[in-house]
T-cell receptor
Framework: EAGVVQSPRYKIIEKKQPVAFWCNPI?????LYWYLQNLGQGPELLIR????????DSQLPKDRFSAERLKGVDSTLKIQPAELGDSAVYLC???????????????????FGEGSRLTVL | AQKITQTQPGMFVQEKEAVTLDCTYD???????LFWYKQPSSGEMIFLIY??????QNATEGRYSLNFQKARKSANLVISASQLGDSAMYFC?????????????FGGGTRLMVKP
């Protein structure tokens, strides 16, 4: 089974330029997450989708960041314009979602992609 | 208040010895899950082990075990017989509520270095 796929793996841009990241979740996973990970720190949630609906975007800086998940499958995260402080790794994750069944193996585990490392010069 | 606290920024352990990575959490929700992820230098997040708030026994997965002390709100990861390949960042995380789609909140991580 294919995992979470992200692209590009690496992106270097000048400040004030736009950038976009793409994520394809595991097939059948209803919930998709974008996390931001600064160097040496833990991931922080930017936005969470259940199907095509953004259910938690309180941490997304909406003046420059936008995200979409058309048709409830793939998702894109855009930054326009990028600032120096946006240099980080952008992680996409997915999970089946829904209520936990309480059976062994049903953990609500998040499956992560390899991340997109952004460097803003 | 921080929801997940990892107080050890870095740890050294001798190869083949056991090591404990600390994690404390804060929640008022009676239903929650606790996770440990490993992140090697290549960057991918690898799921290691899970403990549910209602689980009576400590979780174990191979060389990994989770020392769950509910009253103290701690969920320490124990790695037995450390290997060189265990050198990585380790993150403790918590999901609050019983919806499997709820977000995970991560701690700041602990960098583990295994010495040969």
């Amino acid at each position: 089974e294919a995992g979470v796929v992200q692209s590009p793996r690496y992106k270097i841009i000048e400040k004030k330029q736009p950038v976009a990241f793409w994520c394809n979740p595991i097939s059948g996973h209803n919930t998709l997450y974008w996390y931001l990970q600064n160097l040496g720190q833990g991931p922080e949630l930017l936005i969470r989708y259940e199907n095509e609906e953004a259910v938690d975007d309180s941490q997304l800086p909406k003046d420059r960041f936008s995200a979409e998940r058309l048709k409830g499958v793939d998702s894109t995260l855009k930054i326009q314009p990028a600032e120096l402080g946006d240099s980080a790794v952008y992680l996409c994750a997915s999970s089946p979602g829904g209520p936990l069944a309480g059976v062994p193996g049903d953990t609500g585990e998040l499956f992560f992609g390899e991340g997109s490392r952004l460097t803003v010069l | 208040a921080q929801k997940i606290t990892q107080t050890q920024p870095g740890m050294f352990v001798q190869e083949k010895e056991a090591v404990t990575l600390d994690c404390t959490y804060d929640t008022s929700d009676p239903s929650y899950g606790l996770f440990w992820y490993k992140q090697p230098s290549s960057g991918e997040m690898i799921f290691l082990i899970y403990q549910g708030s209602y689980d009576q026994q400590n979780a174990t997965e191979g060389r990994y075990s989770l020392n769950f002390q509910k009253a103290r709100k701690s969920a320490n990861l124990v790695i037995s017989a450390s290997q060189l390949g265990d050198s990585a960042m380790y993150f403790c995380a918590m999901r609050e509520g019983s919806n499997a789609g709820n977000m995970l909140t991560f701690g700041g991580g602990t960098r583990l270095m295994v010495k040969p």
